[in-house]
């Protein structure tokens, strides 16, 4: 039975067949999964799946290209929303630089606001940080991100980085951009550090492992990446699983 620390079942991709494949996940080898809070809307979509399948967790937080939409109410909302029994996190939160948009004074504001929130609540945190490795470690070190924890998720930067979370205690999200090919850097920062620290994670429906890639993901595609993780590290695909799926519950300070 594998953990998924990081889906989107609530994207538009599954409208089509997301109760049938929801349901079958747990007959297919999914025990957990964490969906992730992406704007207000969607975590209240977030919430709503948490109340209806009993294997699935929730993160609650806007993601930084959606900051624009955030006001004090809508931070009142979140602080409430964080104390529902399923929710296990405050994310995803951080800075995405890729696009112009929103303003990087803006994103960095709600980053540093939903910080603060996380510590109110005592509840980890779920970071997404993009072409935005030094503004995020600054906020994080000058925000003392160790004493909250959380996961860098989708993690893509280089082993300079990567040590710098590890120290201070944070876990790195793996997902399928680990099979591909030409993932050299992320290939070089699993192999270097300690598979106690790893998640495996989807972020379905994107980021399909191969030989899927390009194609929609899900829970199901997991097993291609602890087989990548097991190579790289020279263990087998069983205790990769075994390892991550412990320290999933570690993050998210769930139960055995
Ligand atoms: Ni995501």
Same mark, same amino acid.
């Given at each position: 039975m594998i953990i998924d620390?990081? #889906?989107?079942?609530? $994207? *538009? /991709?599954?409208?089509? $067949?997301r109760d049938a494949l929801l349901s079958s996940l747990k007959e297919q080898g999914i025990e957990m999964a964490v969906n992730i809070g992406a704007n207000i809307e969607r975590t209240k979509k977030t919430l709503d799946l948490t109340e209806s399948y009993p294997f699935l967790y929730g993160a609650v937080g806007v993601h930084p290209s959606e #900051?624009?939409? +955030?006001?004090e109410s809508l931070m009142d909302w979140l602080e409430e929303a964080a104390k529902k029994p399923k929710v296990v996190a405050i994310g995803e939160i951080g800075l995405d630089y890729?696009?112009? *948009?929103? *303003?990087r004074e803006v994103q960095k504001y709600w980053f540093i606001r939903q910080l603060s929130l996380a510590r109110k609540a005592g509840l980890p945190v779920v970071i997404h940080s993009r072409d935005a490795a030094k503004d995020t470690l600054d906020i994080m070190k000058e925000h003392k991100s160790w004493e909250i924890g959380g996961v860098i998720h989708c993690? %893509?930067?280089?082993l300079e980085l990567a040590k710098e979370y590890l120290d201070m205690g944070f876990y790195l999200g793996i997902g399928? =951009? =680990? #099979? @591909? /090919?030409? /993932?050299k850097k992320l290939k070089e920062v699993v192999s270097y550090?300690? +598979? $106690?620290r790893i998640v495996l994670e989807t972020d379905c429906p994107y980021l %399909?492992? =191969?030989? @899927?890639?390009g194609k929609r993901n899900s829970s199901l595609n997991l097993p291609y990446v602890a087989e990548a993780i097991s190579q790289l590290k020279g263990i087998t695909k069983e205790k990769v699983i075994e390892i991550t799926n412990e320290n999933a519950r570690k993050l998210y300070r769930l139960g055995q």
């Open positions: 620390t990081h #889906t989107h079942y609530d $994207d *538009e /991709a599954f409208d089509e $067949d #900051t624009e939409e +955030l006001n890729h696009w112009e *948009e929103p *303003e993690f %893509s930067y280089g399928g =951009v =680990v #099979t @591909f /090919a030409n /993932a550090m300690p +598979l $106690d %399909s492992p =191969v030989p @899927f890639r």
